[in-house]
Nanobody, 117 residues
Framework: VQLQASGGGSVQAGGSLKLSCKAS?????SFWSARMGWYRQAPGKQRELVAEIRSGGSSNYQDSVKGRFTISKDNAKRMHYLQMNSLEPEDTAVYYC?????????WGKGTLVTVSS
């Protein structure tokens, strides 16, 4: 399974970005039952969970992004997304997409999000 993340960039505080993650090498039934997430790692900090969405559609978010970020998925396209609104400088980090399937965790290469004040 390979994951390709895209959509990072530089924005000013208050702006928006949408991250996308495309999965390949995974059969549709496994993708349907997978857990998908977005993590981030800021300089000098540990990687942390930002948001995740489960096979049934339920989701949970880190407290700091609740109300600003929305995770979604498109099973048919084998993709999941992170819509980020009202971005803050504290959101600056490398963002990684993750898929948990078949008792394994898969990671994409990170995409950098930089938010300037």
């Amino acid at each position: 399974v390979q994951l390709q993340a895209s959509g990072g960039g530089s924005v000013q505080a208050g702006g928006s970005l949408k991250l996308s993650c495309k999965a390949s090498g995974i059969i549709l039934s496994s993708f349907w039952s997978a857990r998908m997430g977005w993590y981030r790692q800021a300089p000098g900090k540990q990687r942390e969970l930002v948001a995740e969405i489960r096979s049934g559609g339920s989701s949970n978010y880190q407290d700091s992004v609740k109300g600003r970020f929305t995770i979604s998925k498109d099973n048919a396209k084998r993709m999941h997304y992170l819509q980020m609104n009202s971005l803050e400088p504290e959101d600056t980090a490398v963002y990684y997409c993750n898929v948990g399937a078949n008792s394994r965790d898969y990671w994409g290469k990170g995409t950098l999000v930089t938010v300037s004040s």
